[in-house]
Every structure is written in structure tokens, then in C-alpha cells.
């Protein structure tokens, strides 16, 4: 295999036509540039340079080597140009995605500080509920994804895999009517809204909700199933059933016509953002994994 250090010798020896001329260019001695230039010819597998006696020239195989040398050498240069931008911050791609209710809240002052310090690093951001967001980063879609889960025996061994950056746990909260008989309460124990029609959100939170409604004895009645929090909010606030949301998704929605109780049992969930082992090393995908923890203290 030919290798570059070998073509910048190559190329100083042809521009000085001597062996202690390149090396006096090249800042070596004059037996070192003699060997690497055995060891490209012997990688080339054909003579590069015709000794006569003081004078040396090219092999058409040398010159060969001389003219693509300049364009790969400068290749390069440049690709280790980049590489060193983006280990120091001053460039790279970060690909993020999200639940809705992480990217209006926890996504924005995460990226805002990012761009802050570190103005070269682009982020992108796209949409997605786990688990979709788990196997987009599993399918190299990503290179981050925000993600929660409901206690960790519900996705036991699910992100063994996976880098986890836990963030901050987000405790469900009730949404009731304004005109509800519990709408002035400071808490109220789920059992009391069986009666209820209920609105559900997103599959993970749906299933998380029927689990709870029945461990406390009865089944909710599910009239009403949306993934978008405005419109759960909306629902609600109309007086058409009541819903358990988490509290980041109501920071991120002026709940009209609603009002938010404590419910008991207390039940959270748990967000993190997760990247795979190798992308963690990456140090704008940690820069942006640290910028998410901090967001995540100040929420």
C-alpha cells in the first residue's frame, strides 16, 4: 500500500533531484529519505527514480506517482483540515429527534446554547415517538434520540445497548374540565375520575394509562385518541373527557379551559437521550448530549 508519507518524499526528491536535497527540505537525513523511497518502490513494485550518477530522474512510473501525488496529498490536507474542525467544535452534524413535547421544551434551550458556543455545529431535528425514535437510531437515521419510558420493567433490556443519558423524570398530571366537580382540587386519586370519559395521546402513553387506570379497578373510557397535545388540551378544555398528561407536554400548551390536579398514585416517566457507543465519542454529538442536560436541570 502506498502510503503519504512516502509521496511527499517522492515529491521532494523529484522537485530537488537529489536524495540530501530532499532531506534538507524535509527536515531528515539523508539515509531516511533513501529508505522510504526502497519502501515505495517496493510497495509500487516497480522502480521509481534512475540514479546516474549525482543526478536522478523520474521512471515514467515516478512521474506517474509525482502527478497524482499533488492532488492526493492535497486531499489530504484537507480531510484532516475538517477532521480537526469537527474534533474541535468548530464544525459537525448533529441529527436529533424527539417527542413533540421534548422538542418544545427541553430541544430549544438545549440547541440555543449549543449554537451559542459552538456556532460551526449544525443540528437537525425531526419528530418521532419512541420506540420509532429507537430504531431510528438503531438504523443510523440519528444520531440522537430524546426518548422516554414508563418505569424501567416496561422496556426491560431495550436500550442495553445504547448509550443512556438519563435527563429528568416527568410526573403525570390530570387535565379536567374547568366546570369538573375535581377541578379545584389539589389532588385526586385517578379512581375518582373512572366515571370519566377519557382522552388518550400516543400509543406508549395510552398503554401506560389503561395500566394505571386498572390497577386502581376499572378500565377508562377511551372516546378520544390523539397524538398531538394541543388537541388532547383542546378536548379537554371543550369538557369532552378528562386525560393524564405529562408535565412537559402542558408547559409546552396554554391549557384553555382546563385545569391541572396532582394525581395520585404518582406516576412519571422517565426521559433520556440516547445515542449509540461510538457516536458518543463524537464530540459534537457530546456537546449536544451535555447542552440536553443541562436544559433538562433547568426544566
Do not use: N
Not at 95 to 117: D, E, M
Request: proline share 6%; aromatic share 4%; glycine share 8%.
Amino acid at each position: 500500500m502506498i502510503e503519504a508519507r512516502h509521496l511527499r518524499v517522492l515529491r521532494a526528491v523529484a522537485a530537488t533531484g537529489s536524495f540530501s536535497a530532499a532531506a534538507r527540505e524535509l527536515g531528515c537525513t539523508q539515509p531516511a529519505v533513501s529508505q522510504q523511497m526502497k519502501a515505495l518502490e517496493t510497495s509500487a513494485g516497480t522502480p521509481l527514480l534512475i540514479r546516474t550518477g549525482r543526478e536522478m530522474r523520474l521512471t515514467q512510473a515516478g512521474e506517474v506517482l509525482v502527478r497524482h501525488a499533488a492532488g492526493i496529498l492535497a486531499g489530504l490536507t484537507a480531510a484532516e483540515e475538517e477532521v480537526a474542525a469537527i474534533a474541535g467544535l468548530r464544525a459537525g452534524r448533529v441529527r436529533l429527534v424527539s417527542f413533540p413535547s421534548g422538542s418544545s421544551t427541553l430541544v430549544p434551550t438545549a440547541l440555543a446554547a449549543l449554537r451559542a458556543a459552538h456556532p460551526g455545529t449544525r443540528v437537525s431535528l425531526v419528530e418521532a415517538e419512541p420506540p420509532r425514535s429507537v430504531e431510528m437510531l438503531r438504523e443510523g437515521d440519528c444520531d440522537i434520540a430524546l426518548a422516554f419510558r414508563y418505569g424501567s420493567g416496561q422496556t426491560a433490556g431495550e436500550w442495553d445497548d445504547l448509550v443512556v443519558r438519563p435527563l429528568l423524570a416527568d410526573r403525570l398530571v390530570g387535565l379536567v374540565p374547568e366546570t369538573h366537580p375535581l377541578a379545584g382540587a389539589g389532588s385526586v386519586s385517578i379512581a375518582e375520575l373512572a366515571g370519566d370519559s377519557w382522552i388518550a395521546g400516543c400509543p406508549r402513553c395510552r398503554r401506560q394509562l389503561v395500566d394505571v387506570c386498572e390497577e386502581a379497578g376499572f378500565t377508562p373510557r377511551i372516546d378520544f385518541a390523539t397524538d398531538d397535545y394541543p388537541a388532547v388540551v383542546g378536548l379537554v378544555g371543550a369538557g369532552l373527557g378528562v386525560a393524564v398528561l405529562p408535565e412537559l407536554a402542558i408547559e409546552s400548551v396554554r391549557p384553555k379551559g382546563a385545569r391541572a390536579v396532582a394525581v395520585e398514585p404518582a406516576v412519571e416517566r422517565e426521559i433520556v437521550a440516547l445515542t449509540l457507543p461510538d457516536l458518543a465519542q463524537v464530540p459534537a454529538v457530546a456537546a449536544t448530549l451535555d447542552e440536553l442536560t443541562r436544559a433538562a436541570t433547568r426544566a
